[in-house]
């Protein structure tokens, strides 16, 4: 293992070590300086961990991650490592592969895994389907304890894999109940699995959004979930851990929208700074277009300014205020919405909370600004004769501006996703463009009434 | 049940049923509708569930929901919904309670659960031990696999618990391997549990906080970790399905964060207004006294602005320029912190980064600015004489504008967890006002050399 370099990126052609080889770093060690390793150096400190810990490794890391490895070994090595994965996992390896890499790492498997893997990739990443693994414990209904257990065991044998909870099926592989593994252990052996196993079974189709499927696992606190078709047959589960990474995904999304960019498929520090431009430069255009109108709406109020310039000094303060209001709310109701807490219907109830909210917080806004402009008059006599004008001006402004952008920024998402938008991805630009010509409106046509005949 | 009232809250009394009790609904309707249930609607839709699935129901319930169905219910049965809880979900329902109903809920509990959740009420709620379940599976490492069957058979019937992994304990309690419950069942009766235990444990500490507990989870992709203490002494487990929760709870306040608002800590429709309000008048303020500041800049280019209105038009266009880039890269340096993707040390990474994005980011929109204002003037003669020179302001400004907001969105997070702030809390007030307040005076900055002569 050559010393971490901190200026390496994946980019990087393989290096050649800068320093001596120093003792083998351990699997946690390995995870912590990950996102800063080269590939060469990624596939030098996998190889030299402990057996033992490789394993385990390995399966932790992400697909593309598995897959830079897995490329970089030798053929015989490749096998046994491929193997390792279970069919969810090898078909998020495959899915991440090059076109013409897919069927020599397919080719790597045993036929059945084959079978199971290439069923998965026909199914959409971010459906219920796309976190299903094939491999579960089944059972018939009119087994005994001590029979179920023999046949647990054959299938454990057969197929490793961790058991939560073993399915119970008819003959046409309709789900009957599940019975959790652990019950197998304290029934007498005689019992039927009829009697014991539950009936009232929570399970989710495999067309079931990613996310939904999280959703009922928060609400439920089960830690497998079957999946089965519309005709009530078993097709495979889905378990907790696959969903916390779609959880953090999904909300790592969330927020790149919310920040106004494009969701990035990596870590931060591993795309490619042309991929990141191309993520970034399509919302800030589309904004900075939007924005322009800002300069067609200080246009129509051009000669006001002409004659009372003192007013273009409080643009900025109003348009950011109408902004960051219009942000809180959008913000709250994005979340709320993806939590499930606030649907479609409930529109309403978010207007009427947002009007009040959006009063509340201008009538703070106004009253600071207001004293701010009458004590910068009175102290250091800013702002010419009409400061007092001016200052009422300002606070009715921003009781205005501020509810608002509530109000628009409560509502836009609800909009979004009524016409088929994601309300996260879309809601950032047209609330920032919408208030801010709408606040400058507002502004200059307080001004206008409170200022003619003064200033005006 | 009484049909959904859409305009029931949780702070409304308790209410007169509006129309005739109809069909009891399914575990799912429930759970659908309840955001918009009543307290009284909530404990009358719950007392009607089908017995087989209330138990589900209410373990899959918020712990504050928990309480107040429980404080709903007549004494006896509050005894046996208590007893359902696993200790720690017990310790979460007692923690929502007021102080004086603690004891009475405490006193519900058999006494050796009651200890367990005693000591797990000590943990504070962010760290592994408030996630700690202390029932866990233990065997010895010289029992056979027969033998260890057995212990864990009586174990089981002493305390259900989900049993994922046993762990091999010696006389002082310290941990010496792991082995899956499967692997019981596949192994000969005979083998020695030492010789079949996996002895690289993966573990965490009780003072670990929760979201880097959740990383542990997304790294190892295991569904149960044992805390140890200082000592390498076993306290209790974590399992998965406690940590969705968890990190679907920390992005919920990492969004609002970065929305500018405090945390909230509960759905968006369940808060009551004046909390809500308090929740967002704090930020809001905040940022409305920053920006300011903007006043004050502007202040100071007050004669350049009234000898050339047509500066002016503009404000709006470059400081929101600046914001959305410094918006853009601060999101996504706190999202990738708060994955662990970036850590303090990469700071002169991403800073380089940055200023190359920011660079290209404003190259781009200094090329629709100009284009824009230079149609405009074709067109429709705006802008007087000297649009050329305005345009060619306008362009330059914008590059400085966006390189600046990108940089400063990028290192502010830096700089804020440097001295001990959350990066997520504190950053979008400062970014917005220092880069509103700075994009003020690169552009006036620009507009005095390219103009001076001509507009001013």
Redesign the interface.
Known sequence: MTAMR??S?SSDPPGVPLLPPSEPMSSDEV?DAW??LSTSDRAEAFRLL?R??AG?FF??LRAADQLDLLLGMPAAEQRTWMRLLAPDDAADLVQAAKHEDRDRLLALLDDPTRREVTALMAHAEDRAGGLMDPRYARLRADMTVDEA?RY??EQ??ER?????YAYVLDAEQRLLGVV???QL??EPGSARIRDIM???V?SVSEEMHEEQV?QK???????ALPIVDAEGRMKGVV???D???V??EA??E???K????EA?DG????IS?PR??KK??G???A???G??L??TA??YF?RE??RA??L??????I???G???G??A???????MA?G??RI??WW??MR?EI??GL??GA??SV??FA?IMVWATVFH?YGDHATAVAITVGLSLVGV?MWGSLSGSMLPFLLRRIGFDPASACAPFV?TLV?VSG?IIYFSVAAVILRGRLL
Chains 1, 2 share one sequence.
């Open positions: 901190s200026e990126s995870l996102p800063v402990p033992d810990g385990d399966l932790g257990v647990l065991r454990l044998r490793r894999h961790t058991l939560l959790p593994f652990w252990f304290i539950k009936t009232d929570v999280a696992f928060g609400q439920h606190h089960l830690k378990t907790v851990d969903v916390v990474d959880v953090r909300a790592t969330d927020i790149q919310i920040g106004g960019v990035l870590p931060y520090l591993e700074l990141m431009l970034r430069v919302w800030l255009s904004l900075f277009v924005e322009m800002t300069a200080m246009g051009e300014i002409a310039v003192v273009a000094l409080f643009v900025p303060l348009i950011s205020s902004g960051n209001s942000s809180q959008s913000t709250l109701v994005i979340r709320a939590l807490e606030v219907r409930d109830r978010v909370r009040l909210a509340g917080l703070v806004l600071i600004g701010r800013a501020v920032a801010d400058l």
